[in-house]
């Protein structure tokens, strides 16, 4: 049964102090939070270890050796400054702050868990300096701290850590440019190059080229090294402190999965046929308890060689081991998208898929295999997808543009808007949809995108309620649709296989009824959210109250005939979003009762994910923001008491 | 008094077919196309000459000597294509269309009319094969023809023209990456180097350093020449034919205004004191007329050395010689904007203002004149500036970041969304609000805003009437709102001062009567629609019908209270959205009512820019969408009838 351990900040504590030499020390608490970030990984059943251990060296040398933050504490204004550009690097960075006595216990031990630490940084949690998570950002935020300082009279540099993947998206060389020109002299940046972006080696994605010499073209002071070794890494800082005309950066040379054997990038990449593994998720009980002898026979050897006492570390949880997982058992629209999308492409010469290196997390590996010359891998570089799109559409393809919702429709909305005046169709699937998963945190869930996409007049969008009714989507949208389509996904195994009606017909503008009732109507969409709705509808019932349930996947555009009569004489309409209250199902319901009588005589009340969307297990997220099923239950009672008085 | 002068496509016909030497030829249909780019700004009342003529020389070497586009026709399947990423220099490339019988005259000489050609190229209008006006995304969108024409198994080459300032938005080096790496070699880009971006030169605001060695770096092979030399454009091109294993691109050294003496680049800096003036506008009569006599000159001196007949052209218009305009008597709430923000500045000393090269068109300059060190010239990287505003808040500043609406909410979307969840405070104005101006087209028209950013749970938005409720709106930005704000205005001057009541108190949520009535209440924001709705009020009342025009600036904050009280017994509510109908005022409105048992039960109307905005002068565009007073008289009279019955 797998072991759940915290090397306990008394032990760092203790090597800290200890008289051995210094570059050893340093390997040593690498090592050590290495061992921490593994296991909180593991707790947290997710986490992105490849660049966590890649940057993690990098980043005890900053916090170690280079910055003085540590010194000077976190709300000093003089203090240095280090963030991730990258963000999903937290692991290792948590490790590092909690080993400084800078990140509580608490918050560290739980990582993705609401209250405890988020899979992507956030500024409530103490030692984070900005939010990341989307990437490209950082080095502009970098400069605007850096200015301020300045501006203040403040001391202290600004260091931030980018991917080298992340090279491949166009803020970064935007800020290159300004911070040279501006003369942000007080900015070092560090390119965690572990060669590995997702699950491919970033040459064979988009090759960079020679980043040392790309970043001298665009005015920085560039050096070359190796993050892994700290007398390097302290060579080439104490060198930039000397450098005062130009803003610097450091490329350094790392190895994704540094430390653990089986995850180090180029042995990985032998394992996987070509396919890296370990950018995203926990590792299995086997390879997690492998990991983590290996680490900890590495540290107890140099603590022996040192002449110090083994390790000691805390047990924080044993943990069931797992026979298995809804991921194994349940059905995944994503899985049923990516199918349908290889059938239509046997039968749709003029499809072209375009990806931004998430073709794994987007179901699109199929497709890929059997059709490479109509695949577009794009790289980290969504605006320059979403154009190329609009390219080939003009010359007459159908592109089907893939990548989460919050990149696509946020970071490439004016693409996808310049492409939507152009008269073409273009398909946009926004993968990784909604408040669930709700560990990876803001940056990811995406509840924007409908209101992002929605005042486009030639767009439709669509959420579909399981895998069947993802592949007549995908297909409507290939074959019958005469605009833009956006196609909603959630990236998670659905909770329930939502059971259809028999002889189901996808017809535009009309949803389907689940579940009967004549108490009230609620209308939803997705199968995390229909499963939470059917829920409500199931404990509603132990009450004597019959909820009527509606599957609504057309998003934006409402059948009125169907809307009058699905709704029949119940007096509450409800209307549940996946998304903000902001913009979406419930909006377009809203709207589409103006014009008619009937409708316009009901009580409408929407139900959404309001405010920033909380960061934990699903559970946890929709009990937090009151979307569970027994939540729903209680609030759709209280309205409709409420109603008869 | 000013004549509009054609140059007809005979004699273009007639130069063509000239015995002349080949570059004269050139350099005379050239200048001919400047002739005629120039006549058609003046008519328009507006348009980019600048870049038209700094690019003009090149458009023609690639359309006569390069391409084989005219000859094959705009249909061919194996046809070259050429666009302009940057778009604005329409005015010199639909000359050139013209110049070929491409674009017939009709279109041609009603640039920025209805029905005629746009500010910025349409792939409606005959020759045009990618719409753009939107800097950046233009060598992603050849990318994208560029491999649909091998895929297809079709000929011809993709050629693209971009800005040097263009060169600083970050899509430009995404698409370069991608674009070697994927080894879409049949592109070739040229950038019209001029040296200057809005009014200040390139290295001025953010120096591009050395752009051969930059592109060469990002592994495409570029030549360097001067973009108004005949021979050496034929010359590179014919060179770059011979290069297959690698995307072209020519940094083509030009200057800005070439071909009107006052206009040139070197001359116009000088004498505008660092500034130049000609990038868009059209010329005053006096300067029109020498810039006409100027070039005809110069061209029939040419035909005379060639042996050939003077220059015929034809009158197109003559134009009243205008005395005064509305631009110099109106108020502009930008003006009342720049002037409001300087005030502050003096109060604030952490008002940091951000700016991405519209410094004069956001009424910056002012603020920049007095606090230089508080003002940041960001160029034309709009995400940048939104991250970099982000870190200077996180440092404790209140940045003020300015750009248009269409750029600032859109291209800049995910940056503002991440800023907004680090709890900081920045206020963002989004210039060149709603439909008018129509006269630059879909890409500049801001419409979709407000749905764009309404989502953030933590951002207020305001658009005022006039200049007193812009600073009163700016001061409550500044010092009263605890949240993020985004402050939308209009740019044209104010076609009426729209009068506000004495003692106008600005309150959150709350607007103000301009026009009492009990018919129906429209509520409606900003000196453009206000101004219509007004007219519609007086229209109604001569016809008994006393319509209630309500101010309400607070886009997504409404007091219900105040709206229930505001009202009063009118049973129809009309919202006027300067926006899309989908997510503005008019949704939030409808929001706002479902908590009010009394406005339930009012009938809802909404009036917006429905579909695709149009393109024309004010009243073509407020007329085609049904939102000038009269059409809104009748829009509002047939309701209430229909109401009735």
New interface residues.
């Given amino acids: 049964m797998p072991e759940i351990r915290l090397v306990p900040i008394q032990e760092f504590q203790r090597v800290s102090a200890a008289g051995i030499d210094y570059y050893r020390k340093l390997e040593l608490i690498a090592d050590m939070c290495r061992l921490n970030a593994l296991n909180m990984v593991k707790r947290a059943g997710s986490g992105h270890l490849g660049s966590s251990l890649s940057s993690l060296d990098i980043v005890v040398a900053l916090y170690y050796s280079v910055m003085n933050t540590a010194k000077l504490g976190l709300e000093h204004p003089d203090r240095d400054i280090y963030f991730s550009s990258k963000g999903h690097d937290v692991p290792g960075f948590y490790a590092v702050l909690y080993s400084l006595g800078l990140l509580p216990k608490e918050k560290f031990i739980n990582l993705r868990r609401f209250g405890g630490t988020c899979g992507h940084p ?3 949690t103490p030692g984070v ?6 990437l ?3 080095i ?10 300045k ?2 009279g403040h001391g202290g540099g600004v260091f931030v850590m980018t991917g080298d993947g992340e090279l ?8 290159l ?2 911070v ?3 003369k942000v002299n007080n900015i070092q940046v560090i390119v965690d190059c572990n060669k590995i972006q997702t699950d491919r080696p970033v040459k064979e ?6 980043l040392q ?2 970043f001298e ?3 920085w002071h560039a050096a070359r090294g190796d993050g892994h070794d700290f007398a390097q890494l302290e060579k080439i800082f104490r060198e930039f402190e000397n450098v005062t005309d130009r803003p610097k950066a450091l490329i350094a040379d790392t190895v994704k999965g540094k430390g653990i054997s089986f995850m180090e990038g180029p042995q990985a990449l032998k394992d996987g046929g070509g396919l890296y593994r370990w950018h995203s998720g926990a590792p299995d009980d086997d390879a997690f308890e492998a990991a983590h002898a290996e680490i900890a026979e590495r540290i107890n050897r140099k603590l022996g060689e040192a002449g110090l006492e083994p390790l000691t570390n805390e047990l924080i949880e044993t943990r069931g081991r797992r026979t298995t997982r809804l991921k194994d058992t349940a059905e995944k629209v994503v899985d049923a998208y990516g199918e349908a999308l290889a059938k239509l492409g046997e039968k749709r010469p003029d499809i ?1 898929v375009l990806d931004a290196d998430l073709a794994a997390d987007c179901g699109l590996r199929f497709f890929e295999a059997k059709f490479p ?2 695949f ?1 891998e ?2 980290i ?1 969504e ?15 159908l ?1 089907i543009v893939n990548s989460f919702g ?2 696509l429709a ?2 490439a ?3 996808i ?2 492409n939507s ?3 073409t169709k273009i398909i946009y699937v926004c993968h990784y949809a909604g408040l669930i998963p709700a560990g990876p945190g ?2 990811h869930q995406s ?2 995108d409908i ?2 996409l ?4 030639n767009l439709v969008a669509i959420e579909p309620a399981n895998a069947t009714e993802t592949a007549l989507a995908l297909e409507w949208c290939v074959n019958e649709a005469k605009e833009n389509c956006m196609l909603r996904l959630v990236i998670s195994p659905s909770p329930r296989t939502i059971a259809l009606p028999a002889n189901y017909k996808f017809e535009p503008g009309q949803g389907c009824v689940l579940r009967n009732g004549n108490g009230a109507a609620i209308f939803a969409y997705g199968p995390v959210m229909l499963n939470e709705v059917l829920l409500a509808g199931e404990l509603l019932a132990e009450k004597g109250f019959a909820l009527k349930v509606v599957n609504m996947p057309w998003l934006n555009r409402v059948d009125v005939a169907w809307f009058e009569a699905v709704t029949g004489d119940c007096s509450n309409i409800f209307v549940l979003d996946d ?2 209250p ?2 979406g199902l419930g ?1 377009n319901l ?2 589409a009762s ?1 014009s008619s009588v009937k409708l ?1 005589a009901r ?4 139900f959404a994910v ?3 969307p909380a960061c934990g297990t699903p559970a946890e997220a929709l009990a937090y923001h009151r979307l569970d099923g027994e939540n729903l239950a209680e609030r759709i009672l209280d309205v409709v008491k409420a109603d008869k008085e």
């Fill in positions: 956030d500024v409530g300096e900005a939010n990341s998570g989307s490209g950002m950082g502009s935020k970098a400069k605007g701290m850096a200015i301020a300082k501006m203040s491949q998206e166009g803020q970064i060389w935007e800020s440019q300004t040279a020109h501006q994605v988009i090759n960079l080229g020679d010499r790309k073209d665009f005015g072209v010359d109509r577009i794009n790289g570089a605006q320059d997808m979403v154009s190329t799109a609009g390219g080939l559409a003009l010359q007459g393809f592109p919050v990149f946020s970071r909305n004016e693409q808007y310049t005046t152009e008269g803001q940056s509840l924007r209101s992002l929605g005042a486009m007049p998304h903000s902001y913009g909006d809203l709207n103006l316009r009580k409408f009340h929407k309001e405010g920033f």
